[in-house]
C-alpha cells in the first residue's frame, strides 16, 4: 500500500532538495564570477531592444563583479595571472598546470576544460567541467578546498588525488593517492569519505558508486552463505568504524547497487534508505543471498524490524541452508519484538540448519536466554546443560549455570 | 575621510574585517534604511540585500521551476535587476514584495523563453537537465513531485507560477497577487485555469489524482 503525499509534504520534500542543491552558496560563489547566463534564445526571438539587452548585460556584469574578499592568487600555465571566474580550458596536445599561492597545484590534463568559480583565503572552489585533473593540496589547518565534479562535490583538506569527468557517460573517477577526501552530491545524502589507495566510481545517471580499495580490492561476496557468515560482534562494530580500505570496498568490476556499499561503509540508515528508494520488493527479488543479508542487517541495526525480516526471509531462499538468515530473525524477534518464543523458534532451526554455522554459540546462548524470558525454564535449563557442555568459556556461561542452581 | 568605494564588508561574515582594515558596517534595521544604502550603491548594502532575501528569492524561483540548473544564475538575475532598477521603488517598506515580483517576473520570463527554445529545437538542451538528483527520500514523495512538475509544464508561465505558489508553497491569494502583479481575480481565474488542467492530466495518473485529494486547500479559491 503505497502512501500518497500531500502538496505541503512535496514542499518539504522540495525544501530538503533545494537545501541540499546549495542553490544559494552557488549563486554566492557566481558572484565575483565574470560569467553572465549564457542567452537561453536566439538573439533574433528576444523582446528586447539591444540598448536594454546590454543594459540588463551590465547589472548583471555589475552585481556579479562585487568585490570578493581576501583570496588566493594563481596562475595558469607559464605564469598567466588569473582571477575567480576563469575558465579554463587544457590544449588538446598537452597538461596545462595551475598554481595557486599556497603551493598546490592542479594539472588539467590535455583537452580538460575547468573552471576556478570562487576563491578565498582557505582555498578555491573549482568545476571540473570535462576531463581529467590532478591535484596536490598543500595541507594548512584552516585549508577548505572543494571540487565540483558533475553533480558531485569532493571536499578536500590536504590530499594528492586524480579526479576525472565524463560529461558523455556521468561518470566521476577519483584516485586518491594521499590523503583523504569526502565525496557528496549526487545520490549521497550523506558525505562517502575516500581514503588513500581508494578508487571510486560515481555514476550520475543510475545512481551508483564502485568503491574499490587499492590492492586490497574485494570480490563481492558470493554464496554459499557459510562462508560468509560473520559474527554478530563484527556486523555491529562496523556501525562504529569508518570505512578503511580493506573493509569498505566493493567489487570495482561488478555494478553494485548503492545500498550495497553504504552498508558496506556502516552507513545503515542510508542503505535501507538507499534501496527503499531503488524499491525494496524488487531488491529483494533481484540481490543475491549475500548481499540480503547485508541489507538485512542494515535495515535490523537502523531500526527497522519489518524490513529486516522481510530481507532475512528473503535470503533464507537463496542461501543454502538458510545461511545466518534465520539467526538474523531471530534477533529481530528477540531485540526488537521483544517475542521471546518466537525467537527461540529462530535460533532452534538456525540450530538445526547450520550444524557447523559460525554462529552456533551465539545462538545457543541467545536460545537459552529467550527461553528464560518467555518464563519456559525447563526448555532454558535445557539449553544451559548444553551451553556449558558446549562452551564451558563462553559469555552466557553466568546466566547458564545461574539458571541450573 | 572614507571613500564609499574602499568600505567593504562581506556576507556570511559581515563582521569580519577587510584587509585593509576599513569597516564601517552597514547600518543593519530596516529595509528602508537598506534601500537608502542601495540607491547610494553602497558595496555592503549589495550584500546585505542577498543575505537578507536570498533565501526568499530562491524560494520562489525554485517554486516555479522546480529543482533546476538554471537557478542560481536566476537568482543573480533577480539581484541584478533589483540593483538596477531600485530607484523605481516607491515604497521602500515593500522591499520585499517588490523583490519577489521581480523573482516572479525573472522566472515567468525564463520559462516562456525555455518554451520558445523547445518549440523551436524540439528538444531539451544539456543544460537545461537538472543538476540535483534524488536524494534517498520516501518513493512516492520524490515521485509525486517530479511528476507535478512535468504536469505543470503543461500549463501556462501564468498559470504554473498561481498554482506552484498556491499549491506547493501555500501562500495567500494576496501574497499571489502582490509578487504576480495583478489583482486577486485574475490570480484566482488564472488557478481555475491552471487547476483544470492540471487535473485533466492528473486524471491518468493515480499518484497525482490522491495527492490532489489529500490537499486541503485544493478546490479553495
Known amino acids: ?405 | 575621510m572614507v571613500d564609499e568605494d574602499s568600505v567593504r564588508s562581506h556576507s556570511p561574515q559581515p563582521t569580519a574585517s577587510p584587509p585593509d582594515g576599513v569597516v564601517r558596517p552597514f547600518p543593519g534595521g530596516s529595509d528602508a534604511t537598506l534601500v537608502v544604502a542601495l540607491r547610494g550603491r553602497r558595496a555592503d548594502a549589495a550584500d546585505q540585500l542577498f543575505e537578507r532575501y536570498g533565501d526568499y528569492v530562491e524560494r520562489l524561483i525554485v517554486r516555479v521551476l522546480g529543482i533546476d540548473a538554471e537557478v542560481p544564475d536566476l537568482i543573480n538575475e533577480v539581484f541584478a535587476r533589483a540593483f538596477e532598477r531600485v530607484d523605481q521603488l516607491q515604497d521602500a517598506t515593500a522591499l520585499k514584495g517588490w523583490l519577489g515580483s521581480i523573482a516572479i517576473f525573472t522566472a515567468r520570463t525564463f520559462l516562456r523563453d525555455r518554451r520558445s527554445r523547445r518549440r523551436f529545437l524540439g528538444f531539451f538542451a544539456p543544460e537545461e537537465l537538472p543538476e540535483v538528483p534524488v536524494r534517498p527520500a520516501p518513493v512516492e514523495c520524490s515521485q509525486a513531485l517530479s511528476r507535478t512538475y512535468a504536469v505543470l509544464g503543461t500549463l501556462t508561465a501564468d498559470e504554473r507560477i498561481a498554482f506552484a505558489l498556491r499549491f506547493i508553497d501555500g501562500m495567500s491569494l494576496g501574497e499571489i497577487a502582490e509578487v504576480m502583479g495583478v489583482s486577486v481575480g485574475t490570480v484566482k481565474r488564472r488557478l481555475s485555469h491552471g487547476q483544470k488542467r492540471f487535473v485533466r492530466e492528473a486524471e491518468r495518473d493515480p499518484l497525482l489524482k490522491e495527492l490532489i485529494q489529500n490537499s486541503e486547500r485544493w478546490g479553495e479559491p
Open chain 1, 1 to 405: 500500500m503505497t502512501r500518497v503525499p500531500s502538496f505541503d509534504q512535496l514542499r518539504t520534500e522540495q525544501d530538503a532538495l533545494r537545501e541540499q542543491a546549495g542553490f544559494l552558496e552557488r549563486a554566492q560563489a557566481r558572484r565575483g564570477v565574470s560569467r553572465p547566463r549564457p542567452q537561453t534564445r536566439p538573439w533574433y526571438q528576444t523582446r528586447w531592444s539591444l540598448g536594454a539587452a546590454l543594459a540588463a548585460a551590465a547589472s548583471l556584469m555589475l552585481w556579479l563583479s562585487w568585490p570578493a574578499s581576501s583570496e588566493l592568487a594563481f596562475t595558469i600555465g607559464d605564469g598567466q595571472r588569473a582571477h575567480a571566474g576563469t575558465f579554463v580550458a587544457a590544449p588538446a596536445d598537452r597538461e596545462l598546470p595551475l598554481r595557486f599561492a599556497d603551493g598546490t597545484r592542479f594539472a588539467l590534463s590535455a583537452g580538460t576544460s575547468a573552471r576556478v568559480a570562487s576563491l578565498d583565503a582557505q582555498g578555491a572552489h573549482l568545476v571540473l567541467e570535462k576531463g581529467r585533473a590532478v591535484a596536490a593540496v598543500v595541507h594548512r589547518p584552516d585549508s577548505r578546498w572543494r571540487v565540483d565534479v558533475g553533480p558531485f562535490q569532493v571536499a578536500v583538506v590536504g590530499t594528492r588525488f586524480d579526479v576525472s569527468w565524463d560529461a558523455a557517460t556521468r561518470v566521476m573517477e577519483l584516485k586518491l593517492e594521499q590523503g583523504a577526501v569526502r565525496v557528496s552530491g549526487g545520490m549521497l545524502s550523506e558525505a562517502l569519505e575516500v581514503r588513500a589507495g581508494q578508487r571510486l566510481r560515481a555514476f550520475a545517471d543510475d545512481a551508483r558508486v564502485e568503491l574499490a580499495g587499492g590492492d586490497e580490492e574485494v570480490h563481492p561476496a558470493s554464496e554459499p552463505s557459510t562462508a560468509n557468515e560473520q559474527p554478530e560482534t563484527a556486523a555491529v562494530d562496523s556501525a562504529h568504524s569508518a570505512p578503511a580500505a580493506s573493509s569498505a570496498v566493493v567489487s570495482s568490476g561488478a555494478s553494485t547497487p548503492l545500498w550495497r556499499t553504504l552498508a558496506a561503509a556502516g552507513k545503515f540508515r542510508d542503505a535501507l534508505a538507499a534501496a527503499e528508494q531503488a524499491g525494496f520488493e524488487a531488491e529483494c527479488h533481484r540481490a543475491s543471498g549475500a548481499d540480503l543479508l547485508a541489507l538485512a542487517d542494515a535495515a535490523r541495526l537502523s531500526g527497522s524490524a519489518a524490513r529486516a525480516e522481510q530481507a532475512y526471509t528473503a535470503a533464507r531462499g537463496k542461501l543454502p541452508g538458510g545461511g545466518r538468515a534465520s539467526y538474523g530473525l531471530g534477533l529481530v524477534a528477540f531485540d526488537q519484538r521483544g517475542d521471546f518464543v518466537r525467537a527461540a523458534r529462530y535460533f532452534e532451526t538456525y540450530l538445526r540448519e547450520q550444524p557447523s554455522g559460525a554462529l552456533r554459540a551465539e545462538a545457543t546462548g541467545r536460545l537459552m536466554e529467550a527461553w528464560q524470558r518467555a518464563g519456559r525454564m525447563s526448555e532454558a535449563r535445557e539449553v544451559a546443560k548444553q551451553y556449558l557442555a558446549r562452551y564451558p568459556r563462553g559469555p552466557q556461561t553466568a546466566r547458564a549455570k545461574q539458571l541450573l542452581q
